[in-house]
């Protein structure tokens, strides 16, 4: 692309980091158009942006221009990363929302390997052409598949509502008690105001932010793309010349071992797995940094460096495809209110590819510093996130909805309560 378009190198740079400023917008937008206009509007709408992304990618010429088709691409990915985990969670039953849910994770990246594959086949207009293909699915289908049910409960189309969850659960499923749970549900929603910003900061929601924001944090600045980054070089110390061995081996892995995490979510929990995640992470990337410490310390250690820093990177990328690739998109899905998941889902959403883009213009700065010491501060970050797993996350695995979400509102409650209760009583003795 630099050779046919005779870029520099800061048109290249500018083109690559306006996906991640595009996803930003899409992020903050995201809630307010699934809310305005449905869920399956919403995906509409990011197809729509898909298309003439990729058009301009493909057909255009002008730097400027492949920066908006960019950017209009990074829209769509912001918004869908938020649509299509909360279209999942909406629409499945309880027993089944995790694994269902986590399919999305495991289709990007089955995504990435076939883009990885056809980028060693096909030139990149070609490649942008083929990327407007699973958008043409994505439209076609939704023509195919009902709104959400509880989405249509709230905006009061109360027949759309019977329809799309009786057509979901099957003709002859009894959906009454479901039925009444989300209607009571939503009424009760109904009479409160209109949710605002500012409403993510009361007491009432404090628990289900925390939760949201920090297991996104923790995602991106457990440092997958710093590692994902160098992976070619690990790669290539190992003897693998070629730099797209690394990326087709690294997204190969990926998608059985996400397929595993989906397997299980249902089954072991979403706790466990994130936490075995987190500190799988955490001891891949102390190997890793172990490998550059040793490296710059010690000589003639070429096999031992090559064994910790490749063994790090596949176990790191293995262990973050089994949790935490995907599980914060499912907890951000299942535990913010329908009347706060536009504003609070956006703003999760927004960390995370936040997070993303300061990763990615830290990431330089902090290799000047250390490469070893780097690969330590995602090992830390890793680990801290077990701890914020096992105090902070309650279990949500074969709970509705409308029951996550109340547990999360009351969380922090209980606490108070149990607190003020156990300094009276130690007052009274």
């Known amino acids: 692309m630099i050779k046919d378009l005779d870029l520099t190198t800061s048109q290249f740079s500018t083109f690559g980091s306006l996906l991640t400023i595009g996803a930003m917008i899409g992020a903050i937008l995201s809630g307010r158009t699934a809310d305005f206009l449905g869920r399956k509007g919403a995906l509409r709408v990011s197809s729509a942006c898909y298309v003439i992304g990729w058009l301009m990618i493909a057909l255009l010429k002008d730097a400027w221009l492949l920066d908006i088709g960019r950017l209009l691409t990074g829209y769509g990915a912001g918004l ?20 269902l849910t986590t399919t999305n994770q495991l289709s990007i990246t089955i995504g990435i390997l076939i883009a990885y594959l056809l980028g060693m086949l096909v030139e990149w207009r070609l490649l942008a052409i083929i990327g407007i293909i699973p958008c043409i699915l994505l439209v076609s289908g939704l023509f195919f598949i009902p709104e959400s049910p509880r989405w249509l409960a709230k905006v009061g189309h109360d027949k759309e509502f019977e329809e799309a ?17 989300i209607r009571e549900f939503v009424e009760e929603l109904g009479n409160l105001p209109r949710a605002k910003i500012l409403d993510l900061f009361r007491m009432k929601y404090m628990h289900s932010v925390v939760v949201g924001v920090g297991l996104m944090l923790f995602q991106q600045f457990g440092g997958i793309n710093a590692v994902m980054f160098y992976a070619s070089e690990i790669f290539k110390d190992a003897g693998f010349s070629s ?8 997204a190969a892995l990926q998608v059985p071992m996400t397929a595993i995490g989906a397997l299980l979510m ?54 973050f495809s089994l949790g935490m690739g995907g599980i914060p998109w499912i907890i951000m899905s299942e535990i913010f209110p329908i009347n706060m998941k536009g504003i609070a889902g956006s703003l999760v959403t927004l960390v995370c590819w936040f997070g993303s883009w300061v990763i990615t213009v830290t990431f330089n700065f902090l290799l000047a510093w250390s490469t070893a010491g780097s ?18 996350l309650p279990e949500t695995k074969g709970l509705t909805l409308e029951e996550i979400q109340s547990s999360f509102e009351s969380f922090f409650t209980r606490r108070t309560l149990n607190a003020n209760t156990n300094d009276f009583l130690q007052e009274e003795r």
């Open 80 to 99: 869908t990363s938020y649509t299509v985990p909360v279209y999942i969670a909406e629409i499945t039953p309880k027993n089944l929302r995790g694994g």
């Open 165 to 181: 969850l009786q057509a979901l659960r099957g003709k002859d499923c009894d959906v009454s008690d479901e039925a009444a749970e």
């Open 243 to 250: 730099s797209n061995i690394a990326s087709v081996a690294v």
């Open 266 to 319: 249902d089954k072991s929990g979403r706790r466990p797995l994130l936490m075995v995640s987190a500190g799988g992470m955490s001891l891949g990337c102390s190997l890793v940094g172990l490998s550059f410490y040793i490296q710059s310390h010690e000589s003639d250690t070429s096999i031992v460096v090559t064994i910790l820093a490749l063994g790090g990177l596949l176990g790191y990328i293995a262990t």
């Open 375 to 392: 690969f330590f501060i995602f090992a830390g970050v890793s680990a801290s996130a077990v701890l914020f797993v096992a105090y902070l």
